[in-house]
C-alpha cells in the first residue's frame, strides 16, 4: 500500500472539516504553481550595471583596474608598539582585487578587498605627482563596503607625507600622514575619523588634531560612500551617500585645538596664605536658646496607644510547623530529641497581631537636636583664587590649518576583526564636481542594485496575516491551518475537553474522520484487501458514530459562537 502526496492533502481536508478531498487536491496543485513560479523568481539574475573604468582626470583616482598592481604595493614592515611593550606585529595580512561576493550591484566592478581576519593589513600607492592642498579645495572620497559586517576593525585611508623616506615596503603605523579620514568601529565605538597633522609653527614638531564629535559610521554590508572636503577657509563637510552628516571649523571642531590659548596661568604664583575663600561661616554671635535642649531622645513611648481589640495576647507568633514530619531515619540516642521547625502563627495573620504588646514609640515634638550657629557671608571672603594669567611662551596663531602638507601617497594601515573589507573608487583631488561625478558613475548606479537584493533576502513579511485561528481558510494556507486549529485545541483541552470541541470541532470530527480511515485500511491489510463482514460491519458502525460526533460538534460549535457573541455584548456592555 502507498501514500503520496495526495492522500496527506486528502486525511488535511477531512481534518479541516468542511472541506473536501478535492478542495484538498485543488491546493496542492495551486502550491505546486506557487512554488515553481517562486523558485523561477529567486533564480531570476537582478539586472546589474556594468562597470566602464571612468574618463575623469584627477591628481590620483584608483578604480582597481587590471594594472592596479603596479601602483599598490603590501607592506613587509614591523608594526612598532611602543618602548613599554615587547610585543611586534606583521604585516600579514592579505590583499586581493576581485568582484564583491555579497550583494554585488555592478557587472565587472572590482575593489581592494582585505582577505584575512584578525590579522594586521598595510598597503599604499604613491600618488604621480605630489598633491598639495594649499588654497585650494581638498576633495577625499572612496568607497567601503563591509561584506561581512564589522564588530571590531577600521576601514579608514591615510593621506602620507611627501619625503624622501616614503618608501612603500616599510609603510606602517609610524610612517607620517597628513590625514586619516574613515569609518572605524570596535564594541560601543563607533566613529568616523577625520585627524589630521597640524605643524606647529614654532617648534616645528607634529600633533595629531581630533574632530571632537565625529558621525557614526554605517556598518551595513552594501556600499558607503565616505567623502571629506575641506576648503581653503578651514570649514570643512562630511557626507555620507552623498549627504552631509557633520560640518564645521578646523579652528573650533579639534582637540586639542590647532592654537593654543594667548594667555596661561603663572606656574609659579601660589595662592596667598591670607586669601579667604570660604564663602559662608558660623554667626560668631549667635548663642544658642536657654530653653534648647539637646539631651530630648528623638523618639518617645506613645502614652495615648491602646492595645487593638483584636490583639492576641496569648498566641505565640511562631507555632511548630504542624506539616513538619519526624524524619525516618532520626535517631534520638545520636541525634537528640525531635523538634519540629516553628512557622509564623496563621492565626497573627488575620488580626492586628499577637503576643505580648507594648505602646509604640512616637517622634518627640521636643526634639531639636545638637545646636550649631546660622551660617552668614563671610565678611572676609575674596573668592576662588586662581593663578594669575601670563602671556603663553608657546603661542602662535595658524589662521590656515587648511594648508596640509604635501601628500605623496595613499594607505591603508588597519587592523579588522573581520575579512571581506572591500575598498573602491577612490577620488583624491581638488574638484567637488568631478568627486561627485565619479560617484554617479559609480556608486550612484550600484547601491540602489545591492539595496534591492538586501531588501529581497529579508523575511517576507505577511501582509493581512489573520490575527485569530477562526480567520484562518484552509484554502489559503492548508499548513498553518491545521496547526493553528491543533494548538488551539490541546490548549482548550487541557483545561476543559468540552469546551475544546465546542469552538474548535474541526480538530474533533477530522480526529474521528481518520480513525475511521485507519480503521478501514487495517481490516484491509488483514483480510488482503478484502475485510470480512463482520469487520466491514464494525468499521460501518464507527464511521457512522463519527459522523454523528461531527454533526454534534457543528452544532456545539454553533451554540458556543452564539454564547461567545452573546459575552462579548455583554463585555462591550459593561466597558460602556
Given at each position: ?18 472541506v ?9 496543485k495551486?502550491e ?12 531570476s ?7 566602464t ?6 591628481p ?7 594594472d592596479w ?6 607592506s613587509?614592515?614591523k608594526?612598532?608598539?611602543?618602548p613599554?611593550?615587547?610585543e611586534?606585529w606583521?604585516y ?9 561576493v555579497?550583494?554585488k550591484g ?8 582585505v582577505?584575512n581576519?584578525a ?20 576633495v577625499?572620497?572612496?568607497e567601503v ?13 591615510k ?5 624622501k623616506?616614503?618608501?612603500q ?6 610612517t607620517?600622514y ?12 563607533n ?17 595629531e ?28 563637510l562630511?557626507?555620507q ?6 560640518e564645521g ?5 579639534f582637540?586639542?585645538?590647532?592654537n593654543?590659548?594667548?594667555?596661561i596661568?603663572?606656574?609659579n ?22 530653653d534648647w535642649?539637646?539631651?530630648?531622645p ?5 502614652e ?5 481589640e483584636d ?15 519526624k ?7 545520636e ?15 488575620e ?7 507594648t ?11 545638637i ?12 573668592g ?6 601670563i ?10 590649518p ?28 581638488h574638484s ?6 565619479l ?7 550600484k547601491h540602489?542594485?545591492e ?5 529581497a ?9 489573520p490575527?485569530?485561528?477562526n480567520d ?19 490548549t482548550?483541552?487541557k483545561?476543559?475537553?468540552?469546551e ?21 485500511i487495517l ?6 484487501g ?10 460501518k458502525?464507527v464511521?457512522?458514530k463519527?459522523?454523528?460526533a ?9 451554540t458556543?459562537?452564539?454564547k ?11 466597558q460602556?
Amino acid at each position: 500500500m502507498r501514500f503520496n502526496v495526495a492522500a496527506a492533502a486528502a486525511s488535511a481536508a477531512l481534518l479541516a472539516g468542511g472541506v473536501s478531498a478535492d478542495d484538498a487536491q485543488k491546493v496542492l496543485k495551486d502550491e505546486s504553481s506557487s512554488t515553481a513560479a517562486e523558485a523561477a523568481t529567486s533564480v531570476s539574475p537582478v539586472e546589474l550595471p556594468t562597470f566602464t573604468p571612468t574618463k575623469l582626470k584627477a591628481p590620483f583616482l584608483e578604480q582597481f583596474t587590471d594594472d592596479w598592481d603596479a601602483r599598490w604595493k603590501p607592506s613587509h614592515a614591523k608594526k612598532e608598539t611602543g618602548p613599554d611593550t615587547e610585543e611586534e606585529w606583521a604585516y600579514v595580512g592579505e590583499w586581493s582585487v576581485e568582484e564583491p561576493v555579497v550583494y554585488k550591484g555592478m557587472e565587472g566592478d572590482k575593489g581592494l578587498v582585505v582577505k584575512n581576519a584578525a590579522a594586521h593589513h598595510a598597503i599604499s600607492a604613491k600618488f604621480p605627482n605630489k598633491i598639495d592642498p594649499k588654497g585650494k579645495d581638498l576633495v577625499v572620497q572612496y568607497e567601503v563596503k563591509l561584506q561581512n559586517g564589522l564588530e571590531c576593525g577600521g576601514a579608514y585611508l591615510k593621506l602620507l607625507r611627501e619625503n624622501k623616506a616614503l618608501h612603500q615596503d616599510e609603510f606602517s603605523n609610524t610612517t607620517p600622514y597628513v590625514i586619516m579620514f574613515g569609518p572605524d568601529k570596535c564594541g560601543h565605538t563607533n566613529k568616523v575619523h577625520f585627524i589630521f597633522n597640524h605643524k606647529n609653527p614654532k617648534t616645528g614638531e607634529y600633533e595629531e588634531k581630533h574632530l571632537s564629535s565625529p558621525p557614526s559610521a554605517k556598518i551595513v554590508k552594501t556600499t558607503e560612500l565616505y567623502t571629506l572636503i575641506v576648503h581653503p577657509n578651514n570649514t570643512y563637510l562630511i557626507q555620507q551617500d552623498g549627504e552631509t552628516v557633520k560640518e564645521g571649523s578646523l579652528l573650533e571642531d579639534f582637540v586639542p585645538s590647532v592654537n593654543p590659548e594667548a594667555e596661561i596661568e603663572d606656574p609659579n604664583d601660589t595662592k596667598p596664605e591670607d586669601w579667604v575663600d570660604q564663602a559662608r561661616i558660623a554667626d560668631p554671635d549667635a548663642k544658642k536658646p536657654e530653653d534648647w535642649d539637646e539631651d530630648a531622645p528623638y523618639e518617645i513611648v506613645d502614652e495615648e496607644a491602646t492595645m487593638p481589640e483584636d490583639w492576641l495576647v496569648d498566641e505565640p507568633q511562631t507555632i511548630p510547623d504542624p506539616e513538619a514530619q519526624k524524619p525516618e531515619d532520626w535517631d534520638d540516642e545520636e541525634d537528640g530529641d525531635w523538634i519540629a521547625p516553628t512557622v509564623p502563627n496563621p492565626k497573627c495573620f488575620e488580626v492586628s497581631g499577637c503576643g505580648p504588646w507594648t505602646k509604640p514609640m512616637k517622634q518627640n515634638p521636643d526634639y531639636k537636636g545638637i545646636w550649631s550657629a546660622p551660617l552668614i557671608d563671610n565678611p572676609a571672603y575674596k573668592g576662588p583664587w586662581a593663578p594669575r594669567k601670563i602671556a603663553n611662551p608657546d603661542y602662535y596663531e595658524d589662521k590656515t590649518p587648511a594648508n596640509f602638507e604635501p601628500m605623496g601617497a595613499i594607505g591603508f594601515e588597519i587592523w579588522t576583526m573581520q575579512n571581506n573589507i572591500l575598498f573602491d573608487n577612490i577620488y583624491i583631488g581638488h574638484s567637488v564636481e568631478d568627486a561627485k561625478a565619479l560617484a554617479d558613475e559609480t556608486f550612484f548606479k550600484k547601491h540602489p542594485v545591492e539595496e534591492k537584493l538586501e531588501e529581497a533576502e529579508k523575511p517576507k513579511v505577511e501582509e493581512n496575516k489573520p490575527s485569530s485561528p477562526n480567520d484562518l481558510k484552509f484554502t489559503e494556507d492548508p499548513v498553518t491551518y491545521i496547526k493553528e486549529k491543533v494548538d488551539l485545541f490541546v490548549t482548550i483541552a487541557k483545561k476543559d475537553p468540552v469546551e475544546a470541541i465546542k469552538f474548535v470541532p474541526e480538530v474533533a470530527g477530522g480526529a474521528a474522520a481518520l480513525l475511521v480511515t485507519f480503521i478501514a485500511i487495517l481490516a484491509s491489510l488483514v483480510s488482503g484487501g478484502s475485510a470480512p463482514a463482520p469487520v466491514k460491519k464494525a468499521a460501518k458502525d464507527v464511521k457512522e458514530k463519527a459522523k454523528d460526533a461531527k454533526d454534534k460538534a457543528a452544532e456545539a460549535v454553533a451554540t458556543g459562537a452564539e454564547k461567545a457573541k452573546e459575552a462579548t455584548k455583554r463585555n462591550t456592555r459593561s466597558q460602556s
